[in-house]
């Protein structure tokens, strides 16, 4: 899926799949309402999907969020009901290579969007894309070496460390441009240094929200995932970015969505946000 932002190419990879509680995607909505958009499988698991973001500008390759990698043992790979992410293969069907990668972000450090950027290189694990250097918010590169009891399971050291020991971590405080047209912007509330991911040119926008809005269900100001640290600043970041996109017309790709991830804000009779087909971003 390959959407035109100006002149900027954007593409959604396939980083992985794997499948959470639905109770804890949709935190305290209740299950009759969030399964009829999100049928559960016998374990109340709802499918998800890791959708990475390449950015290419007429001079940089950026590759937000890599996915899931493959550093996966059975026992995780069976709970997660997880198939592993091979963003290498995806790279190719779009004529690149993993050294053709010059930044990769990182919205945030959990485990879905981080364990794709290391690769296992004879016994070691190591940076999957060798030239790029790795753009996190350093709040959030704090707070996952050293993670709190809600949150530890989320963050896995083995993702992070080869990363840091390798001395390719670029850590950044607040709202900054990681590529001319690609500004990563802190927003709080699911983790301590979420950052979304806004591409323009030419007078077209992109959103890429990562967890803020993980999910089309997501789209309701009240459905928040019982993983949000902070559920009422998450509740306001999300409404401040959906306004936002619907003001400038914007395109918005909700990295999880497995079914409809991406389109432009409308409203339907009630008032609800619905994502609309973006035509106005076809790929040219």
Not at 112 to 120: E, I, K, S, T, V
Not at 190 to 195: D, F
Request: glycine share 8%; proline share 8%.
């Amino acid at each position: 899926m390959r959407f035109q932002v100006g002149r900027i190419e954007l593409a959604l990879l396939d980083g992985g799949r794997f499948w959470l509680d639905g109770g804890a995607m949709f935190g305290i909505v209740p299950r009759s309402l969030w399964s009829r958009q999100y049928p559960p499988d016998e374990a109340n698991r709802v499918p998800i999907v890791c959708r990475a973001l390449l950015i290419r500008t007429p001079d940089r390759c950026v590759l937000v969020d890599p996915g899931l990698g493959t550093n996966w043992e059975g026992r995780w790979k069976e709970i997660l009901k997880l198939t592993p992410g091979n963003i290498g293969a995806e790279l190719a069907r779009h004529g690149l290579k993993p050294d053709d990668i010059q930044t990769c972000v990182f919205t945030h450090l959990h485990f879905d969007h981080a364990a794709g950027a290391l690769h296992q290189l004879y016994d070691q694990w190591v940076p999957a894309f060798p030239k790029a250097e790795f753009v996190v918010q350093r709040d959030e590169f704090e707070h996952a070496r050293q993670p709190g009891v809600r949150d530890r399971a989320s963050y896995r050291v083995l993702d992070i460390l080869p990363l840091a020991r390798s001395g390719r971590f670029k850590l950044v405080e607040g709202d900054t441009e990681c590529a001319p047209g690609v500004r990563l912007v802190r927003v709080a509330g699911h983790s301590p240094g979420l950052q979304a991911v806004v591409v323009e040119s030419e007078g077209l926008r992109a959103y890429y929200p990562s967890d803020l809005i993980p999910l089309l269900g997501h789209l309701r100001p009240t459905w928040l995932a019982a993983y949000d640290l902070e559920p009422s600043t998450v509740l306001g970041e999300k409404q401040r970015i959906l306004a936002e996109a619907e003001e400038h017309r914007a395109l918005v790709i909700l990295g999880h969505e497995p079914l409809h991830p991406a389109g432009v804000p409308r409203r339907d009779a009630e008032g609800n946000l619905f994502l609309e087909k973006p035509k106005e971003f076809a790929h040219a």
